[in-house]
DNA sequence: GCATGATGATCAGCATCGCTGATCATCCGC
DNA sequence: GCGGATGATCAGCGATGCTGATCATCATGC
């Protein structure tokens, strides 16, 4: 599922209560796709975070994390090049994340002004349990698509994100 | 495109100046659906968003527009059940609107506690304005899609939404 | 070398949105 | 009628995004 999307993802939105009766959408507004992957995203997002809340993970704390694992450490700049996150809230984020030592900054060693963000092992264990949640959700998410159409889908999505 | 999507989609979102460059999505997030849906909604918004400036529109508007031309008036409540918004973030928007004269607030004939919300003729014009906008964005965005394709995408978005 | 412009990180301040919890008026079922 | 639901509102908080400025440092051209 969402491991994290920090920005357009870490916005704070109604929790459906998943439980909860939805009311339908209306057709009128289901016309449009953008109207679809807002409210796609209100949901995904709201189930997510309530997960994360379980095991007192904060959401855009994934994303980050999860970036820092694969490729190493990296400046706050390309963290938010890649994330596709502005700047200055790429500031917060980091501060939030080695208020809570899930990362640390380092010094950079060929660029002065920079940091190298860096996961820690407490890090790593977070970002080992956020992702079994995603892992979990991804699979029921799409489990009435074969995979012919999950692909259709995936690549609609790529296309949309542009 | 995305009509309008108050609530997950009134969200202040980067504007990626669509003629910059991005990077491409790092393949170790987009094997998440949530992700994707996150990044492809910030995205459409922005690019929504964008137009809808140029005609001195706000984006919130839309939706609730939307709605009150095809089913006429309704309670603030109502309006928030059927677009998934905080019936106390709807008391701004209905504020809002009601400031540009969009649309307005009648007494209900049979309940003294609610409000009608109305559109009103320069709201309708104002619709009338977004609705080419979003129109127009419809038409490109899924243009290498083909119609069987675009069915499973308007599926599979429908389910995520829930 | 050195001036100049670009870049990385940060901050203050503002705007938007969502939510909680309270209040008040009114409706509805018993 | 009475008590519990419901509609609208508000204050206050928290999270996010952005602008524009600052400061340090890098990199380029001369």
Same mark, same amino acid.
């Given at each position: 599922?969402?491991?994290?999307?920090?920005?357009?993802?870490?916005?704070?939105?109604?929790?459906?209560?998943?439980?909860?009766?939805?009311?339908?959408?209306?057709?009128?507004?289901?016309?449009?796709?953008?109207?679809?992957?807002?409210?796609?995203?209100?949901?995904?997002?709201?189930?997510?975070?309530?997960?994360?809340?379980?095991?007192?993970?904060?959401?855009?704390?994934?994303?980050?994390?999860?970036?820092?694992?694969?490729?190493?450490?990296?400046?706050?700049?390309?963290?938010?090049?890649?994330?596709?996150?502005?700047?200055?809230?790429?500031?917060?984020?980091?501060?939030?994340?080695?208020?809570?030592?899930?990362?640390?900054?380092?010094?950079?060693?060929?660029?002065?002004?920079?940091?190298?963000?860096?996961?820690?092992? &407490?890090?790593?264990?977070?970002?080992?349990?956020?992702?079994?949640?995603?892992?979990?959700?991804? &699979?029921?998410?799409?489990?009435?698509?074969?995979?012919?159409?999950?692909?259709?889908?995936?690549?609609?999505?790529?296309?949309?994100?542009?």
């Amino acid at each position: 599922m969402l491991i994290i999307m920090p920005s357009a993802a870490c916005v704070p939105m109604p929790l459906l209560p998943l439980g909860a009766p939805v009311e339908p959408l209306p057709e009128c507004l289901t016309r449009y796709t953008g109207f679809l992957v807002a409210k796609a995203h209100q949901r995904l997002f709201s189930i997510f975070a309530e997960e994360c809340r379980k095991h007192a993970v904060e959401v855009p704390h994934a994303g980050i994390l999860h970036l820092l694992q694969e490729f190493g450490p990296m400046s706050q700049q390309e963290l938010g090049r890649k994330l596709r996150i502005d700047r200055t809230t790429m500031v917060k984020f980091i501060d939030a994340l080695e208020k809570h030592k899930l990362a640390r900054r380092k010094n950079h060693p060929q660029d002065r002004r920079a940091y190298l963000v860096e996961i820690t092992d &407490a890090g790593g264990k977070v970002l080992t349990t956020v992702s079994k949640i995603a892992e979990r959700m991804e &699979a029921e998410l799409l489990v009435r698509f074969t995979e012919p159409e999950r692909r259709i889908i995936r690549r609609a999505l790529l296309t949309l994100a542009g």
